[in-house]
Structure formats: C-alpha cells, structure tokens
C-alpha cells in the first residue's frame, strides 16, 4: 500500500529564503492561471454564441502561455525549479475540474477556485531526482536539505511537497510500504465517539478529549487582540500574526497526535473494529456542540483508522447511520429514547443502568458478534 510521510526541515536562513522563493513563485503562478481562466469564462458568458466561444485552457494550455507571456517578463521564474509553476497549474486545472463536476468534499460541494494569499497556505511541488539518505535529502534546485528525523530508506520518491505552517517548513512525500499483521488481542471491539470522552471501547476502556482548541481559545484570543492592535504592513504585525499561527498548529498538532495514537492503538490490537456512519455536517448544525464536534475531529478519526486498518491488518467496520446503538439496551436489546442529555441508560424493560457511551459501544460490537 502506499502512504505518505511528513516531517519537518532544518533550515539555515538561505534555504528558507529558496523555499519562500518557489512558494512565491508557485503562488504567482495559480493566481495568474486563475485571472486568465476567470477572464475566459466571463468572456464566454458574455459571448454564447459557439462560434466566438474561447476553448477553456487545459494545464498544458495555461503551461505553454506562461512561458510565452510570463516568464519572459519575469526573470526571478527562472531562479526556481521549473516544476514549482508546472506543478501550480495542474492543481488548478484539478480545482476547476473538480469545481465543474461538483465534486463533494465531506458532503460538501467543492467551491471555485480563490486568489493565493501570501503567508498564507504557502507550498509547492518539486519532481526530478530526489535521493534520501539517513537524516538528508537531495533535492533538485534546492541541494540538501536536513531533517530533524531519520527519513525512510530504501525509497526513491519521484516528487515532494514542501509546506510552510507558522514559520516551520515540512517536507511530504508518498512511498510504497508492506502491510505489518500485527497479533491481536482483541477479536472484536465496539467504539464509540463522543465529546466529553474521544472514545469509549466495548471494552471499558475510555480516552479522553483533550479538546485543544476549546482549552487555547482564552491565549488564542489575547494573541489575535494584539495582532489586530498592530499597524497593517509592519514588521510587528508580521511578528504578531506569527505567534497566531503557531498556536494554531500547537492545537492542531494535539488534535492529531491525540487521534494518531488512539487510531494505531485500535487498528494494531483489535481484530475487527466496529464505529458508526456519523453525520459530521448535520451534527455541525447544533450550534451549541459545534465547537466541540469540529475539536474532536470525527473525520480525521475515520480517515486515519481506515488506512491503519489496511496497513495493520485490522478490519474496519461501518455500521449503518441509522442504527440506534444509543437508544437500544445492550442487556436486553430494548428500544427507547435517549435525549442527549442523559448520559446514563436505565432500561425500561430490565431495569438495568449502564453508561450511554458504554451502552452503544457494546451494541456496536455485538452487532458483528451476532
């Protein structure tokens, strides 16, 4: 199977000013396609007659006019790898494509494409020779760069994307591994997802929510207080804004260690894992659990379980999304209401009190048992 593998870069001041350079001149890149493709479609929209139509540019369209009109007028183009442009432009013919077939992301239409902020989501793509070596890698344009981590040997990856988040830059690339069974001392298990607690086990088990961004929310606003307070432009704005950002990706960073543990605990011990369809967008719609669903990061979970699965030998199992794990009794298999402020489940039928996750933990397991 083929997975993907991100790590952080040690950067002297030259090379961070190279990467800057190819982040800018990827970013230049997109936001110049984007204005000619935006041109050509209100161009169309005015003109609907077929024959005066102009023929919507592919990625080696927009290619071949950026170096005809672009790069002759802008020489810094030729201080980077001409990959970085290259690369810009199919991921933005890919965002139109996607735009135009109205693909779905997370139940969600996807958009159409925006202008590139600088500082903001800043990376590009490199293709050529690329060669890794312990805690090194060669990179065309770019020479060696250093890691803080040992890289994966025996890999020759064909392209890297390089990214910016705060002021630390990262270094991705995908690459061919064999799965790893792993004995598992547990057949089947039942997981239930929650707020107050991550997730809840069939077998007792419990991890909690560290609910990173709820419990940063009082130092993330002072932070942004004095970012705003700054003057527009300067150097202390700058400065500021970068304190922003890094406590963002602290958050983020907590929220995803957080779910990758938990995530490789299941699929390396459990044989079969059983969690529910949950509706991400619809529980979004309560506002007063928003905050809270989005810091639990339900879709990561499913995202980064599904490939642990496959890579560790684990079985995933989706159960429907309408299948009342939290209403039915795990004793007696009784239907009733539940609201969700109740957090206990006292069966009407046999009596019995057993915690709501725990309940609908055990009910999805038995679920396969059965």
Wanted: charged share 25%; proline share 4%.
């Amino acid at each position: 199977m083929r997975i993907s593998f991100k790590t952080e870069l040690k950067l002297n001041n030259y090379q961070r000013t190279q990467l800057a350079k190819h982040a800018g001149v990827a970013r230049h890149a997109w936001n110049w396609g984007l204005d000619l493709c935006r041109k050509i479609l209100d161009y169309n929209r005015e003109n609907p007659s077929p024959e005066k139509k102009l023929k919507f540019p592919s990625s080696i369209d927009l290619h071949k006019f950026l170096v005809k009109w672009v790069k002759s007028e802008h020489q810094w183009y030729y201080e980077v790898s001409k990959t970085t442009p290259q690369y810009a432009l199919r991921q933005l013919s890919s965002a139109f494509s996607d735009f135009f077939k109205k693909k779905k992301i997370q139940g969600k239409p996807v958009g159409f494409p925006r202008f590139k902020k600088k500082g903001q989501h800043d990376s590009f793509t490199l293709e050529g020779t690329i060669k890794i070596k312990n805690k090194k890698i060669q990179l065309p344009r770019l020479g060696e760069l250093k890691t803080y981590e040992r890289l994966p040997t025996g890999i020759n990856p064909k392209t890297v994307v390089i990214s910016r988040t705060a002021d630390r830059w990262f270094i991705a690339f995908n690459y061919e591994i064999e799965p790893t069974i792993t004995n598992k001392s547990v057949p089947v298990c039942g997981v239930d997802l929650g707020i107050a607690n991550l997730a809840t086990l069939s077998t007792k088990e419990v991890f909690s929510n560290p609910q990173p961004y709820r419990q940063s929310l009082r130092r993330l606003a002072r932070l942004q207080r004095a970012a705003s307070r700054k003057i527009k432009g300067s150097n202390n704005r700058r400065k500021a804004n970068i304190k922003v950002a890094k406590q963002l990706a602290k958050t983020a960073n907590i929220r995803k260690d957080t779910l990758d543990k938990l995530t490789s605990y299941l699929a390396k011990n459990h044989g079969r894992i059983v969690i529910e369809d949950l509706n991400v967008r619809g529980l979004m719609a309560n506002h007063r659990l928003a905050l809270s669903i989005a810091d639990s990061g339900f879709y990561e979970f499913r995202c980064q379980l599904t490939y642990k699965c496959e890579l560790y030998g684990s079985e995933l199992i989706v159960a429907d999304r309408f299948f009342p794990s939290s209403k039915t009794c795990s004793a007696c298999g009784y239907i009733q209401d539940m609201p969700l402020s109740e957090r206990v489940f006292n069966c009407s039928a046999c009596h019995s009190s057993i915690g709501r996750d725990l309940n609908a933990a055990l009910n999805l397991e038995r679920l396969v048992a059965n």
